[in-house]
């Protein structure tokens, strides 16, 4: 890909308007758009944290579009067992009017690369933290989107034509299971982020932490070579210590 329509498109991507529902970089994963995007080789296009969501759909439409879609409850973080089962969900699942349903949604992260080998290291970076789903798709412009995804979702039905399915027992289980999910969505965030900076790194770090690797590695056979000198040293001195009681030994029988 040419590099000033890479740029271009960064420019305009990064300079416009949010036009997701917050609005803005979910917190939990702002360090890590910001770090994509400081690269010259990489740009966010969208992205989300993971997400807890109640929505309600009309009943028996076979294609849910988000358009179709009232959100009853949303939120970025682990659910409050009793603040959310006792009001949001309960009250949200009151107002439901179609097919309630209740979702867990982990990390997604969309990455426009300016080579396609970019891309595979990204990938390569996404699979090794836990999201198994990533994939690389190329546009007719030539555009390379790298998509990190995941598997580990939650999608349950809890109403239908307004008419509730489940018991409040049930829906405390379910916000369980979806802040189980959430824990390990935000694990695996971390250790994304964390493989990500390494395979990013410079260079010249890269370098600098592999001479130091071996220079730790040197001191170890170094030392490990003086511990087996000593050793022998010792034995040496022992067994010459030894050979000479011996032939004292033998001076005294020759004697007697």
Not at 18 to 29: P, Q
């Amino acid at each position: 890909m040419d590099g000033d329509s890479f740029q271009q498109w960064k420019n305009q991507c990064l300079n416009k308007c949010d036009f997701s529902k917050k609005g803005s970089v979910d917190e939990d994963i702002s360090h890590v758009v910001s770090f994509i995007n400081s690269q010259d080789r990489y740009f966010t296009t969208s992205s989300c944290s993971g997400r807890i969501i109640l929505f309600d759909a009309v009943s028996d439409c076979p294609d849910v579009q988000k358009q179709n879609c009232s959100w009853l409850f949303v939120t970025h973080q682990k659910c409050q067992m009793e603040d959310v089962v006792r009001n949001h969900i309960v009250r949200g699942l009151e107002k439901s009017v179609g097919d309630a349903t209740f979702k867990f949604e982990p990390f997604v992260l969309h990455v426009q690369c300016k080579q396609l080998e970019d891309a595979q290291l990204l990938h390569t970076v996404a699979i090794n933290s836990g999201f198994r789903n990533s994939g690389i798709t190329v546009g007719k412009k030539g555009k390379i989107i790298m998509a990190v995804r995941s598997t580990h979702c939650l999608e349950v039905p809890l109403s239908h034509r307004s008419h509730v399915l489940v018991t409040h027992q049930y829906l405390d289980f379910l916000v369980g299971v979806a802040n189980q999910k959430m824990e390990e969505n935000l694990k695996r965030i971390q250790r994304f982020s964390e493989c990500l900076q390494a395979a990013l790194q410079p260079q010249e770090e890269k370098c600098s932490f592999k001479e130091a690797d071996n220079k730790t590695v040197y001191r170890r056979r170094r030392k490990r070579t003086q511990d087996v000198s000593v050793t022998d040293s010792s034995q040496n001195t022992q067994e010459h210590h030894e050979n000479t009681e011996e032939e004292i030994d033998c001076d005294l029988l020759f004697l007697l």
